[in-house]
């Protein structure tokens, strides 16, 4: 690759040997910096390296010493077998062909047809644009949720505080992209994170601020520590301002559910220092163990904080797992009127999220209730998921425990452990020969050994020093022994080679 | 309002007579001024208002010449009566709740219920995260749209090259960041423009660079023109980069067809000053006379040109109008592979368009065929939908030109007419009295007086001392006239008043 000079703008890339030499205007460094720079290491080089091995598996080229590779990068519970539930899809099959109604011979259960007429009744065309904030009747419906969950006896959930997005993702992006005006801006985020956070905040050009969170109490949240980032960041950037706060609770990549004293101190810190929580609770459905979820506008609401929040739940996570239809949303709440216009503009620039992707977010958080014909098969679905999430996960936690050398926190909830390996000094020595990071190199090879698709720590941010990797508990119960012998295999030989 | 300095975060609203004001950390002035000073017309204040009416025309308050409000601001057909295709509803309600297939008595045609095999034999959940640039077959199937639909004598349509997004808009988005790294960094934009492009770019800090459409021409684009505005710049911004150039073709807001020999030109000079191309042509389906439209992929190939260009389409106009699914792509054409990493890196980090949109992308450039079980019904819908909105389109244009004073170039395609009204100097001064543009107040007071929506020449850009506004031509072809007349009416009386 040669670089010209020639305005500034233009590249020769060598297209191959023998080849006529190409230009091009635009080039990555050309590029502003915060792409080239962001990582999204969930679909990361090793999500690449697992597709190209696929598609070898697939044309029966290639030598390796599996059939298929195993999908652990991502917490995408249909792509390993999960089933969607019944109700859900019989609903949208209806708002996509209303004549499905007409049919006589269609024998959805009634509670099925009298949800589909409601919802079409609010909202006649799901081919249409809609309200920019979403569906005035599913915000409502999601407000009702939210009132029932966090009880009564607190302040109702507010439809006019709701905003229905692509997933959380584009929420989360939305409200990022708020609080960033400056590089001096920073937004505090868990150390380990899920790499949308780093990502984003990467290309709106603010300062991610890592606090750390503790991994031997079970990756708990220290208000104290976030205290010291903030006090250290204004020390070092003097015209530095905090904004922004993200708690992931359930923990992703770590799996951890948060003490509600922490959450309480979290909160006030918030509040007393003027910094904006982004409570990212799209796990609120996955618990494993005795530990109660909370979610962070109840405790605000119990403290009588004011403190200011978005919260962010979505479709894709829970026992339903619908990541495709891509549906989510974010509730305001103690924020300023005035911005949350700016925000709606913002949303208006893409119109609206898709309508069904909202129509399913409705209708998971009001699905059928004890007495309605779907009920029966709603329940016996849902504690399905989530009785086989909570065995995978102790037999998770438990097996990874058992490998020599590792060490892994109780998964509480999410999809997700995240095991610490103690890296023998000759695999770091070798990865540093191969310009790698050590747990890059780990899954690297683990791919190759095993065809288990993880992902390095170093894609979440870690402490210094340690290392870890990240794998959902997804795949099929009566695969996943198997698959846990692969990796526990594997890892005595990665060991081996490397001590 | 007041403003407070301390740490320069907060603000104390007075929330109401004899209630606590309340401080908010996070306050307007603290956002970016990107977002402060973004502007998006199509869902702005006159649309805030027209909300406003129908609520107190629903409650039974307020009162008002008219019994409902005409949205007439927003190319959204499904909102005003249109029906969404049977064919490509009927492949979704299987993809949604694939049991149906199962259902025996269920009467889909038989092309209808293939076509659902296909797609779910290529891509099994549709509630699984897809790949992020979309599935694979249907990137296929698109491919070989764009290969009929150019010539298949020329370069075949690239699966590679595609990305499916949630609507147009979020690629015109994913495009525009990787062009936009500093403040001097400009897009030319064709005024009028849609003010996606223009809301975009400021929220990206980048340089809006319009050129002048010419009216008196059919709204025509000239090379000469757009090089005039580029030299300007040059001088004007001595570190000033041209990045990029928008076309949107069939015009949005002005409905216009480019001619192939402009097209031509665009397109040499693009490729001459290293300048990518972003063609819109999402409205390729919407083309009411004689006059032929061209892809600029198809203008490019056959010019054997290298330019660098984008284009993008989407499920949300045409004849199909399934703004609501949110369903889009950009293909890429003469880009840097090492670019298109970049762009697959920052699509990633949303993980995935929605999967029942990506479907309806790829079903509504492969509809059913002569032959096919669901062809004759398909045809007929078709034909219904393009012949009304032909019809619609030589009548708005023939009704304006009767208004006096107005004048309004011909609709040839898209779904907009951007009438000219001679503004009397009476209104003028009036309008700026009450601080607003003159075409704002006309359009305000055309709301109050018929209840008809419109959007103001000034929200998508227009020379100056010129006034327009933004009309769709989708009412019912029933309600159409009336419409008209009420329009008609209001400006007849709007003269007299400021006369």
Chains 1, 2 share one sequence.
Not at 219 to 242: E, F, L, Q
Not at 319 to 344: H, K, S
Not at 424 to 444: L, R, T
Request: aromatic share 10%.
């Amino acid at each position: 690759m040669i670089h010209l000079a020639s305005r500034g703008l233009r590249r020769v890339a060598a297209v191959g040997k023998g080849q006529c030499s190409r230009q091009f205007a635009l080039t990555v460094d050309q590029l502003p910096a915060a792409i080239r720079e962001a990582e999204y290491a969930v679909r990361g080089a090793i999500v690449i390296r697992a597709g190209e091995i696929d598609a070898q598996l697939k044309a029966g080229t290639g030598n390796f010493p599996f059939e298929a590779t195993v999908p652990c990068n991502i917490g995408n519970p249909q792509a390993v077998g999960a089933k969607p539930l019944t109700f859900h899809r019989q609903v949208l099959s209806i708002l996509t062909n209303p004549s499905l109604l007409d049919d006589k011979a269609l024998d959805f259960p009634e509670d099925v047809k009298a949800r589909a007429k409601t919802y079409m009744e609010s909202f006649e065309k799901f081919g249409a644009y809609s309200h920019s904030k979403g569906v005035a009747h599913f915000r409502e419906e999601i407000a009702k949720f939210i009132t029932r969950r966090d009880g009564a006896h607190l302040k109702a959930g507010d439809p006019e505080s709701l905003f229905l997005t692509n997933g959380a993702s584009d929420a989360v992006k939305y409200v990022l992209t708020m609080l960033i005006s400056s590089p001096d801006d920073a937004v505090l985020v868990p150390i380990p994170q899920y790499p949308l956070y780093s990502a984003s905040i990467r290309m709106l050009s603010g300062h991610f601020l890592g606090y750390y969170l503790d991994e031997e109490s079970g990756w708990s949240t220290s208000a104290a520590t976030i205290k010291d980032t903030i006090a250290k960041y204004r020390k070092d950037h003097p015209n530095g301002r905090v904004r922004g706060l993200v708690v992931i609770n359930p923990g992703n990549p770590t799996g951890q559910i948060m003490d509600e004293k922490d959450m309480e101190e979290v909160v006030e810190l918030c509040e007393k220092e003027g910094i904006v929580l982004l409570a990212d609770e799209v796990y609120q459905e996955n618990q494993y163990t005795a530990k109660p979820w909370k979610s962070f506008r109840k405790v605000a609401l119990e403290k009588k904080s004011n403190v200011e929040m978005f919260s962010f739940h979505s479709v894709s996570k829970g026992f339903y797992g619908e990541c495709g239809i891509r549906g989510g949303y974010t509730e305001a709440m103690n924020i300023d009127p005035d911005v949350l216009d700016q925000l709606y503009k913002m949303a208006s620039m893409s119109l609206c999220s898709n309508t069904l992707g909202q129509a399913t977010m409705a209708s998971i958080v009001n699905p059928p209730v004890e007495g309605d014909a779907s009920f029966p098969l709603y329940k016996e679905e849902r504690d399905t998921v989530l009785s086989g999430l909570k065995r995978k996960a102790e037999l998770v936690t438990k097996r990874l425990n058992e490998f020599p050398g590792v060490s892994c926190q109780v998964v509480e909830g999410a999809m997700y452990a995240f095991p610490k390996i103690q890296m023998p000094q000759k695999a770091i020595d070798a990865a540093e020969a191969k310009g790698q990071a050590p747990d890059f190199m780990y899954c690297w090879e683990m791919l190759e050994a095993t065809g288990v698709v993880v992902v390095p720590g170093s894609g979440f941010a870690q402490k210094s020093g340690t290392f870890h990797y990240r794998t959902t508990i997804l795949p099929d119960e009566a695969k996943l022994p198997a698959v846990l012998d692969r990796m526990q295999d594997f890892h005595i030989e990665f060991l081996a080679k490397y001590t």
